[in-house]
């Protein structure tokens, strides 16, 4: 185990809708990255938050928006779902400095029908 | 642009079988990190190594082992006496340098999904 935890591990939503995914971070880790996983695809990169601010964000549409608490746990909202949207969604923790070791956790399997 | 391949889609192999999933990868930095994830079918990634790119030494642990050669830009994975329990999609990652005091994005390849056999 990796000591991140992510909810809801299971949701299903309707095109229009708009969701919100949580993550809480191993401690320890000030840094949060989350990345979106379709189907047989790898992970593609959404955005990072180190010390409650994006820092680094990968080509995804404003539609998609982050937090990040003090306590280091983190949010990812994702506006007016589209049936592309389907997929796993990783939370991934770390601490700032090292050089990329991702602890992740189980993911959210978000389905928009 | 950075680009990580992984060729083989899917492989089959018996138990206690060796075998390589490849990973080549492209970048124009000369520092850069490449890692090796699995994912079993819970989902969760598990990091299982980290390499930089000054660090051409070929690693092992245990039945597992790293070969990575700069010159043919490639950082290939081998499981020796493969077990059931070693089935799962292993994906190759890329990592540039970030700036100081942070991580930067991973660029992943599309996963090689080893189904071991007994």
């Known amino acids: 185990e990796t000591g991140v935890t992510q909810s809801p591990t299971h949701l299903i939503k309707t095109r229009g809708q708009q969701v919100t995914l949580r993550c809480s971070s191993q401690?320890?880790?000030?840094?949060v990255s989350w990345y979106q996983q379709a189907l047989g695809q790898g992970p593609q990169f959404i955005f990072q938050?180190?010390?409650?601010?994006?820092?680094g964000r990968g080509n995804f549409p404003p539609r998609f928006s982050g937090l990040q608490f003090p306590n280091y746990s983190s949010e990812l909202n994702v506006n007016a779902l589209e049936l592309d949207d389907s997929a796993l969604y990783l939370c991934?923790?770390?601490?700032?400095?090292?050089?990329?070791?991702?602890?992740f956790g189980e993911g959210s399997r978000l389905t928009v029908l | 642009a950075q680009k990580v391949t992984q060729a083989q889609t899917e492989i089959s192999v018996v138990e206690k079988e060796d075998v390589t999933l490849d990973c080549v990868y492209e970048t124009r930095d000369t520092t850069y990190y490449l890692f090796w994830y699995k994912q079993p079918p819970s989902g969760e990634l598990v990091f299982l190594i980290r390499r930089n790119s000054f660090d051409e030494q070929n690693e092992i642990s245990g039945r597992y082992s790293w070969n990575f050669q700069k010159s043919t830009s490639s950082f290939n994975f081998t499981i020796t006496a493969s077990q059931v329990v070693d089935s799962a999609v292993y994906f190759c990652a890329l990592s540039e340098e970030g700036n100081a005091g942070n991580n930067r994005k991973l660029i992943w390849g599309l996963g090689t999904s080893l189904a071991v056999n007994p």
């Open positions: 938050y180190y010390r409650e601010e994006e820092n």
């Open positions: 991934a923790s770390s601490r700032g400095g090292s050089t990329g070791e991702l602890f």
């Open positions: 401690s320890g880790h000030n840094t």
